[in-house]
C-alpha cells in the first residue's frame, strides 16, 4: 500500500468502535504553586478506596476490555505469545551458598517461577517451593527476593501476595524443604538480600514500621527460632546512630565471609551518591553498636562491597564513567584506586574469595573486571560472547554468569581457571533467532548530542518507511537499558515489525554525566532524546508517524508522556504503563520522598519550574488531537500508585472525546509488573500490541 493511501485508510478507520467512555465526574481543586495557579479536576481519584473512585475504576476496565476483545487478531496473537514463552525453562536468581546452587526457574506451562536447588554443577536437583502452593487469601503469591545462608543449610525468602511486593520473609530448610516458623511481614525492601551473621543461625533485615511503605525503617537481628518480636534494631531511623538518618534514607546489611566488620549501606531516597557505615560483627548490640561512616554521599559512591578488612566502592567523584577504590578498614578507611577510570563506565562490584569482580558497561556491551584481592593486576575477563551480564553469583563452583543480547537467549557459564565452562542450568531454548539481528546507531537530539539506539530487526527488512515499530524508552535514575532477550519479541519480529529502544539521557549508558543530563533540571533532555529517536526512524524509513507505536514505564511514564502531549503528531499509538504522569503530586504518595532526589520538589521554585513543564497530566490540552494511548497499570501498585495512571487516562478522555481511542487497562490482581504471573503478563502484552496493531492499520486488529 503506498503512503497516501495507508493514510487515506487510517483516516477511515473508527476511532471508538464501542459506546461513549464512561462518565467521568470532575471535582476541581486549585493549588497555587509559587504564584503559578494549577487546578487539579481529578483530585478525587487519590482517594483510592473511595466507592467512587473504585466504581470508575472497574467501569474503565470493563469498557477497555470490552473493545480489546473485539480486536480480531488478538487471540491468536495471545497464542503465539503463549507458545514463544515456553520455548524452554526459563532460570535466573542465581546465588550459591556451601556448594549448592540456589536459582528461580519456570519451566513450559508453568505460571509461576519456583525456588530450586542443586547440589554443584552436575548433582541432583529439586524445587523447593512452589509460592502458589502455600495457603493465602485469593490472588497468587510471587516470590520477591532469596537469600541463602553460608553454609546452604537455610535460605531466607521473600513471598507477596498479588503482586502487592508487600514480603513476608519465611525461610525454608533446605535439606527438608520445609518452612521454618518464621513468617515476618514488612519486608519488602530486602531485594538486595538479607546479611547472615557468620554462624548461620540469624541474619540482619530491613523492615519498616506499619505507618510506612518506604520511609523511617531500620535494620533488625533476627536469631533463627526466636519470635520476632525479640528481634533488636541495630541501624536506621530513631536507632542508632542518632540524628543520622532522613525520613527517605534506606538502610541495607551486609556481610562477607572471612570479614569481621558489618557494613550498612545507605541509600538517601533514589539518589545514586550513598553511604556506608561499618561495625565489628562481635560488636553489633542494639542501639549501643558503635557504628562508623566511612563512605558520606561527598565521596559519590554508588556501589560497595565488603571483603576482608576493605570496602571495594565504585566511585564517580572525579570520573563520569567512575573508578574503583580500595578501603582499607584496619587503617581508619585509606582510600586508594585500584581500577581507574576508562571508557567503560563501571556498574558494580561483587565479592568472591579471592578476588572482586566489576561488571563494567562499554558501548551497550557487559565487560567484566577482575581484580585480585592479594598479589596482581586487574584484568579483563574473557566472556564467551558479547552481550550483557544478568548475573554474577561466586560460589565453590566456580563464578556463574548468565549471559544474553537482544537476539542471543541466555546461557549459563562456570568461570573456572580463566575458562568458560558450559553448564546446562539454564537449557538452550527451542527457538531459531537467525533470522534477525540487533543494530546499533547514533541520533542527533535537539542539542547535537548524539543518543544510542538499539534496533532488532529482521535481517531481510525492506526499508519502505511502512514498517510497525515499537519505540521503547525510560531515563531515569541512572539505570541503563541493556540489551535483553525476550522470547515473546518474536511475535512482533515476525510480522516484519521492528522494535527500538532510544537509551535518552537521564539513564545510565554513558556514565553519570548522561544521567545527570536527563535529571531534574534537565530533564527536558530525556523526552527530547525520545521524540529524535522517533523522527529518525521515519526519516531512515522504518517506519512512518502512521505506524510507530512508543511505550514508556514507571519513572518512562513522564518520557512517553512528555512525546504524547509535546508532539501528538508523532505516534500512531502509545503505551503508558505504570507510568509516573502527575509529577506535581507524586512525591506526597508513600514512594514520594525517595523520588525527589530524582524529579525534585515541588517546594523548590526552580525544581517546580521544570516539573510543571513537563508533567503528562498536566500538559493535555482540549482539542488537540492526540494519539491513541492505552494506559496500564496495577490496582496493587505500590510504586506508581493507580490513581496517577487514571488521572492521565481521564484527562485524555476529556480533552477529546472525539478522537482516537484511550484505554485504561487495570489488572485488579497486580502491582507495578514484580510478581505478576507469566500469564498476567502475556495477556497485558497482547492487549497492547493488538491495540498498536488496530491503530496501524493492520487489516487482521481492525474491529468487526
Known sequence: MRAHALAAALAALPMITEAAYPATAAHPVTDVYHGVIVTDPYRWMEDMKSPE??????????????????????????????????????????????????????????????????????????????????????????????????????????????????????????????LLGEAIDRTGLNEDGLAWQADGKGFFYNRHPASERYNKSAIYQHRIGEPESRDVAVFGWEVSPKNSFALADLPHPATTQGSRWVMMEVLHGDAVDRSYWIAPADKVNGPSTPWRRVISPADQVTHAVL???????????????????????????????????????????????DAIYVKALDAGVSRLIRVPLKAGKPSEVKLPFEGTLRAIAPGKQGLLVQLEGWVHAPQVFAL???KALPTDLQKPLKLDTTPFEARRVMVKSHDGVEVPLSLIVPKKLALDGRRPTILTGYGAYGISMEPRFNATRLAWLERGGVQAVCHVRGGGELGEAWHRGGH????????????????????????????????????????????????PDLLAAAQSSVGLSDMLRMELTPNGAPNIA???????????????????????????????????????????????????????????????????????????????????????????WSFFLWQMGDAAFQPR
Not at 643 to 671: C, H
Request: net charge neutral; proline share 5%; glycine share 12%.
Open 520 to 567: 531534574i533540571a534537565t530533564k527536558q533532555n530525556t523526552v527530547s532524546d525520545f521524540i529524535a529517536c522517533a523522527e529518525w526512524l521515519i526519516a531512515n524509513k522504518y517506519t512512518s508517524s502512521a505506524t510507530l507505536a512508543g511505550t514508556g514505564g514507571s519513572a518512562g511514564g513522564i518520557t512517553i508522556g512528555g512525546t504524547i502531549t509535546q508532539r
Open 598 to 688: 530524582e524529579f525534585g520538589t515541588v517546594t523548590n521554585p526552580e525544581h517546580f519550574k521544570t516539573m510543571f513543564a513537563l508533567s503528562p497530566y498536566h500538559r493535555v490540552r482540549d482539542g488537540v488531537r492526540y494519539p491513541a494511548v492505552i494506559v496500564t497499570t496495577g490496582a496493587n501498585d505500590p510504586r506508581v500508585e493507580a490513581w496517577i495512571p487514571s488521572k492521565f487516562a481521564a484527562r485524555l478522555q476529556t480533552a477529546n472525546p472525539d478522537g482516537k481511542p484511550v484505554l485504561l487497562r487495570v489488572d485488579f490482581d497486580a502491582g507495578h509488573g514484580m510478581g505478576s504471573t507469566v500469564g498476567q503478563a502475556l495477556e497485558e502484552t497482547a492487549d497492547v
Open 416 to 418: 573456572k581457571n580463566g
Open 307 to 353: 571483603a576482608g578488612d576493605a570496602i571495594y566502592a565504585v566511585s564517580q567523584k572525579k570520573a563520569s564513567n567512575r573508578e574503583l577504590l580500595r578501603l582499607d578498614l584496619a587503617h581508619g578507611g585509606e582510600a586508594r584506586t585500584v581500577v581507574p577510570a576508562s571508557a567503560a563506565a563501571l556498574q558494580f562490584p561483587v565479592a568472591d574469595k
Open 53 to 178: 473512585f473504585q466504581s470508575w475504576l472497574h467501569s474503565e476496565a470493563d469498557y477497555s476490555a470490552s473493545i480489546l476483545k473485539n480486536l480480531p487478531g488478538r487471540e491468536a496473537l495471545r497464542q503465539r505469545l503463549g507458545v514463544l514463552a515456553d520455548s524452554g525453562e526459563a532460570t535466573g536468581g542465581f546465588e550459591q551458598a556451601g556448594g549448592r546452587i540456589f536459582f528461580i526457574r519456570r519451566a513450559p506451562g508453568e505460571n509461576a517461577r519456583k525456588l530450586w536447588v542443586r547440589d554443584g554443577l552436575k548433582g541432583a536437583e529439586r524445587m523447593l517451593l512452589d509460592p502458589d502452593a502455600l495457603p493465602g487469601e485469593g490472588g497468587h503469591h510471587a516470590i520477591d527476593w532469596i537469600s541463602p545462608s553460608p553454609d546452604g543449610s537455610r535460605i531466607a525468602i521473600g513471598i507477596s501476595l498479588g503482586g502487592s511486593e508487600n514480603s513476608v520473609l519465611r525461610i525454608i530448610d533446605v535439606a527438608s524443604g520445609k
